[in-house]
Each structure stands twice: as structure tokens, then as C-alpha cells.
């Protein structure tokens, strides 16, 4: 919308909260919209328009009536907003309980609800209701952003639309079309899932967002009610883990070192229950037949066929897939697939020359109204702040918060004198609000809002020394009674916990990192399939979901380096002092890479499914493409993964520049598929892997 449309919403809401007995139509439109050309029924859409607009700010516009007279009468209709219906009730936190929340809001930074739980922390704060919190040093847990499909179903279930999906069947192993009403979405098992009812079926089901073959399409023009009361932790809780299957694997002689850690050979009495083949290759007539040369044939155990075919298919033409059919066919169409969008003909590349370097989506007047309703109240609590730390608190230019106080100071009671309009001052560059016409409260949590921290909260569950015992189930208690029933819908988003497998190595790092300790690590590097032993001086610990990682300063490779906890093999204090100056880049919330002057800078083209890795790798410039595809360009520490971070991801994205590396991406897309007979090319190697992106 328009700022001017901007500027007549503000001014419509004083209005409407400052009337005690409500304005009518006609008042309104002369004295808030001074609209004297449009038809009466052009005025009447332009007037339901905005008091839609308002009910999603959260004011519920009410309707009063004069005895006797009906409520279509716009002569007898006044019009109202109740100064505390929509606002949010007081909330009082302790220290520990504020730590808990902002950490809890901090889990959704780059995911999908990072927007939504900075606006509600913004609200608190507003309200008075954050005392000051010191967050633990050195440690950030985070959700992991879970793409497009994520964020388009988030919406459609919080606005009650139907969605439609092609979806890989696990029953049938066919594609098909789905058409569903989303009910809930919630993650289990390490996956998340869509639950909700199956216009063909018929019935409640559950998919798996991994399966999804498509872009999700959102149906606005259609609405559904979903089922009172529904709580998607629940369904999914009753949702069985699926049974441990085993794949046999031939892997190349002395590589995948990883694998080979959950794997036995193939042919021992550890790889019995085998679905879909013998342990030694035979499928039920004849010989077993053997490894290939040059490779071991081992078992592996799986639960799901999905995530390992990804993973299988990352090893590109060091592992092939002998048996089950199914996880066979599974990796052969990810690598096929990837090979056919590598192939394709590649589009001009073509950054824009000005605009932001980070993708982020434009800000709107819509957005510019949401502040300025979270600014008021936010000024009134923390009076005499200085102007550039109140644009640092909304995460806003100076300018642009200078545009907002612009617009409040004009706006005010209709018709009124000087001393009805809002008053803030900010000539000494420390800004103070004089009036603030009833504003002075920030409104009630949306639903996002509400699921971002109320979900982040159960997300937290059972970290250890973090989110433990009381705090976090009274903070709980609180935002549920103050969020109402925007926090019973919440229930329709469930988060996945962050606690880590084995919580002794993060109690070792933290303990490092509280008290400055360097520390002795043995790690194992996949890419490169080896174990090395480093002293490390750790800096911080953050996750992904249940993934946790230790960013510290490796005094073997001279730098700052990313070690998966799950991939350390051992690690104790060395008894030495932290001796390097190197220091983690920014604060928190932390990203994934720190950027060096020797990093590889590659162009990739991203299919909408795969749009969400621009945001998850930092990308420093994007581009839309005219077939909905986006253009990133991102810094690797090494770009010798990315054949594998392209196989594993499936046609959703391709290398473009260096061109050396699109060539060497296809000709190892080639040998991968040579290996399992659909392809010509000779095997070239998996290469070494990345210094700070961790996978």
C-alpha cells in the first residue's frame, strides 16, 4: 500500500480509538479521508478494505448501532476500536525468564519465523516487560531454516487456505498431485511433516516435506476450518518411527570413512534384516554377486530411505547403491536430476548494480505502519534514547526511523487542534514522546508472533544448563495467558527440539569457553574422509535443529574454523591458555561462515524449492530470474564440495560461475551416473570439502 494509505490508516485508528461512541461512516470520510470525489460504493469497498487492514494490525473494529435500526444503515452505524481489547496484557518477566525468551526468539533467526519473533520481542519491550538479560556466553541454538515449502505452508495454515503439491508416494514410490488443507506442521524424527486432510483420500494424512517435488501452490481463493482443538505434537507423537532397514553399498576402498563408521560389511551376521536384497548383493536367484573392484560392499542401516538416498547421492561416484530397488532408483533420480539441470542452458548472469547485498524481502508501507505501532509504545517506556540506538533496536536506517517520527508527528484526532497530535521531540538527536493519543501499548500478539516464541520455548525443551526447571515453564505460562487465543493456535506448529545427542562434549566446549581453556580435538572430516588432531582455541556453539557446532580459532589451519559435534571424536582441555587474537565475526545471532580474502565466490542458480540455501548460505547478492528462479552469489572457504552439495539437493541447484567448476560439477554428475549405468563419463573424485561451510 501507499504511504499515503499509510498515513490515512494511522489516522483512521486514532480516530477510531479515541471516539467513545463511535464515528460514522460519513464523519469518517469527511474528516479522515476528506474524500469528496469517489461514489458512495467506492468509498464503502475503500472503508472495508482498511478495517481489514486494521484487524490483521490486531484491532477489531467494533460496530454500534442506534435502537431500533438495523447495522447496514451507514446513516445509524458508528464505528469504534476498544482501547483494551487489543492489547497486550501486561506481562512481567525476571531476568531468567527473559534469557529463556530471547533465546527462544533467537531460534528463528534465517529461519521462517525470524521476522515474527523479533516483532514480538519488540512488543515486550514495548510494554515494559523485559527486564535486562545476560545470555549465556558463547552459545546460540537455532531452527533450521526448512525452505520455501516451509514458509508457504506456515502461512496457508495460519490463514486457513488449501494448498496443492506434487508429492512422492512412500508407499508406491510415485509422484503424484496432492491437494490438502493444512491443519498443523510440526517436525519428528529429525523431518518435518505436514499433517492435514487429503481432498482425494478423504482423509487425515501425513507428508513428509523431504517427499514434496514441487513448489507449493497456495489456493487464496479457497478457505477451510480446520479440526477444534487440533494439536499437531500430538498427532505426531502417535505418529510411529518407521522400522530399521538395511542397504547394501559398494563403496570405493578405503573412502567414506563416515559411512563406514554406522556400516558392517556386507555378508555378517550384524547385516541380517535386509529389506529388498540379500546382504551380499543376491537378490534371491543365483550367485551373490560381488563387489565391484576397487570397492567394499557394506551394509547400511536406515530408517528412511529419503534421507540416506541425499546423503548416498553427495558421495556421487564413490558409493552405489546395490540394494533396496527402491533406494537405488531414490539416489540415481537425485543425481539424474541434478545432471539434467547442470545440462541445461544456462541464463546471463546479472546482479543488480545497486540495492542490498542480502536478500530480503522488500519493505512495504505495511511493514512501515507495523513499526510505527510497536515505536510508540516502545518510546514511551525508554524515553531520552538516543536515535541511532532506537534505529538499531527496530533494525531500521536512521532515515528511515527519521520518515516514521515524520509521519506520527502529523498524525492525530481529526480536526484537531495542535495539542491532538502526536508529539515526539528529537531535536538534541535523543528522541522523547510528549502525547501519544492512547498508543501507548503495543497490540496483541499475531498468531505468527505467538508460534514463533511459543514454539521456540518447546523447542528448548531439555537443553542442557540452558532451559532447564522452572524458568522456561513459567515464561511459558505467561506468553500463553497473554498471547489468548492467538496462543491456542500456536498449537499448529510444532518445532524440532534442540537439545544435542550427547550433551558431555557441549558441557566440555562450554565449560572452555566460560573459563578460556584451549582444547586438544580429534575430528573427522568427511570431504576428506581422514581424522586429524588439532588444539583449538573455541570461541562460541551453535546449532542447526539438533546439530550442534563448535566455531573456534584452529591453530593447525591458522583460522577460524566449524567443527560438528557429532563428528569430534574426542575432545579435553590441552591445559594451555587461548593464545590466538582471532575473534568470532559480528555477534550473535552467528552465521554459519566467516568470510576470508581466499574464499571461493560462486554463482548458483537456485529452482524456488531450493531458494531458502541463498538465506542459509549468506548469500551476498541475488537476482531474480523471468522463470521464478534466483541467482546467489555465495562464498564457499572451498569449492571442491559443491559437486557433492549439488548431487545431494537434486535439480534444485547448479554452479554457473567459476565456469571451471560448472564443468567439473558435470563431469562428476557424469561419472556418479557412469556408475550406476546411466551415464558415459569416467569417475574424477569427490574432492575435499569446505573450510567454515558445515553440511
Known sequence: MPASRTERLLNLLIALLNTRYGLRRSELRQKVYHDTTSSEAAFGRMFERDKGELRQFGFEVETVTDKGWGSDDPATTRYRIGKESNRLPDVSLTPAECTVLILAAQLWEQAALGSAARNAVRKLQAAGGLAEAELPAGVQPRIRPAGQAFEDLVGAIHRQHPVSFSYLAGSTGQEELRTVEPWGLGSRFGQWYLVGYDRARGDKRFFRLSRFTSAVSVLDGESFTPPPSFNVREQLAALPELPVQHAIVDVAGGALLGLRKHAVPAGTSAASGNDGGSADGNDGGGAPVPARAGFDRLTVPYRDAE?????LASYGPKAVVVAPPGLHAAVLRRLAAAADFA??????????RTGPAKRSRKRTSEDQLKRMLQLVPFLVHHQGLHISEVAERFGITRKELEDDLRI??????????????????????????????????PVRFTVDEACALLTGLEALNGLPGLAEGGDLESVTLKLMAAAGEEGLKAAALSGPEVAPEDSAVLATAREAIRTGAQLRLSYLAPQRDAVSERDIDPHRLYSLDSTWYLEAYCHTAGGLRNFRLDRIQSLQPNGLPPSSAADPAGDFPVKLFTPNDDDAVVVLELTRQGAGLADEYYAERTALLPNGHMLAEIRFGSADWLPMFVAQHGGAIRVLEPRALADATREWLAAALNRYGAGTATATGAGTGTRQHPR
Open 343 to 352: 545440462a541445461a542452458p544456462a541464463p546471463p548472469v546479472d546482479f543488480p
Open 307 to 311: 534421507t540416506l538416498a541425499a546423503e
Open 408 to 441: 506520527l508527528i502529523c498524525s492525530g484526532l481529526p480536526e484537531g487542534y495542535p495539542d491532538d497530535l502526536l508529539d515526539i521531540r528529537w531535536d538534541d538527536d535523543h528522541v522523547y514522546i510528549i502525547q501519544d493519543l492512547d498508543l501507548n501499548r
